[in-house]
């Protein structure tokens, strides 16, 4: 269990690199968002993120996520950046503010579909998630099939799309997660352009490659490891 001051000086150091790449990038600091995600750690870990005046934080697991928020006190907002099984979304629509991995149009409709019936004027918030890489062990749409996806996604009641976001194959060779880094952001601006919608939001890069994506024009970076230490397995 990592103690609040080492976290705050990895904070530090991570947002210090960030400053120098947004810098070297001819980016504004601002237009990066740096999500902490702290899937496998304790509901500790969420209230350091508070403290540091951090507002958000992304979970992989909806039941994980749930348990946690219930220990939770305070105002945080709550990011669903793993796949998300029908079976879930009920739970998943109490824990989360934004899921990041809508990948299919079965999810998309459902997703519409328990919001409407929450009767609340609620609009979900989502990020369309892509396999920007095509790797098979990779979940997301692929770039040939998100054109029909955002269609369908764009003419949803209850859904609003803020952008895409993706993970790359798991490589030591950079070069591949550069390249379906920058892949998603020409295919983001390809469909903004075509659909004539605002995506602004682009969630790529982690621990490992936040580097690159924000290189290739990230707004969401999304940082575990780097923050928390190594996380257990599972």
């Given at each position: 269990?990592?103690?609040?001051?080492?976290f705050i000086e990895n904070l530090?150091?991570?947002?210090?690199?960030?400053?120098?790449?947004?810098?070297?990038?001819?980016?504004?600091?601002?237009?990066?968002?740096?999500?902490?995600?702290?899937?496998?750690?304790?509901?500790?870990?969420?209230?350091?993120?508070?403290?540091?005046?951090l507002g958000m934080v992304g979970?992989?697991?909806?039941?994980?996520?749930?348990?946690?928020?219930?220990?939770?006190?305070?105002?945080?907002?709550?990011?669903?950046?793993?796949?998300?099984?029908?079976?879930?979304?009920?739970?998943?629509?109490?824990?989360?503010?934004?899921?990041?991995?809508?990948?299919?149009?079965?999810?998309?409709?459902?997703?519409?579909?328990?919001?409407?019936?929450?009767?609340?004027?609620?609009?979900?918030?989502?990020?369309?998630?892509?396999?920007?890489?095509?790797?098979?062990?990779?979940?997301?749409?692929?770039?040939?099939?998100?054109?029909?996806?955002?269609?369908?996604?764009?003419?949803?009641?209850?859904?609003?799309?803020?952008?895409?976001?993706?993970?790359?194959?798991?490589?030591?060779?950079?070069?591949?997660?550069?390249?379906?880094?920058?892949?998603?952001?020409?295919?983001?601006?390809?469909?903004?352009?075509?659909?004539?919608?605002?995506?602004?939001?682009?969630?790529?890069?982690?621990?490992?490659?936040?580097?690159?994506?924000?290189?290739?024009?990230?707004?969401?970076?999304?940082?575990?490891?780097?923050?928390?230490?190594?996380?257990?397995?599972?």
């Amino acid at each position: 269990m990592i103690q609040y001051q080492n976290f705050i000086e990895n904070l530090a150091r991570v947002r210090d690199e960030i400053a120098e790449v947004c810098e070297r990038s001819g980016r504004r600091v601002e237009s990066v968002m740096l999500l902490p995600v702290t899937k496998t750690y304790s509901a500790e870990v969420v209230s350091y993120v508070e403290c540091a005046g951090l507002g958000m934080v992304g979970e992989n697991r909806v039941p994980e996520a749930a348990e946690k928020k219930m220990q939770v006190k305070g105002n945080m907002k709550w990011e669903l950046i793993g796949h998300l099984q029908s079976n879930k979304v009920g739970l998943a629509l109490k824990t989360f503010d934004r899921i990041q991995s809508v990948d299919s149009e079965g999810l998309l409709l459902k997703l519409n579909s328990a919001v409407g019936a929450e009767e609340t004027g609620r609009i979900l918030p989502i990020l369309l998630q892509v396999n920007a890489g095509d790797d098979p062990a990779k979940y997301g749409v692929s770039c040939q099939e998100l054109d029909r996806l955002l269609e369908i996604a764009l003419g949803l009641r209850h859904i609003r799309v803020e952008g895409l976001m993706t993970i790359p194959q798991l490589s030591k060779d950079l070069k591949v997660a550069e390249y379906a880094f920058n892949r998603l952001r020409i295919k983001r601006d390809e469909l903004a352009e075509k659909f004539q919608a605002e995506l602004p939001e682009l969630s790529m890069g982690m621990s490992g490659d936040f580097v690159e994506a924000i290189k290739a024009g990230s707004t969401i970076v999304r940082i575990g490891s780097a923050l928390f230490g190594v996380r257990k397995v599972g």
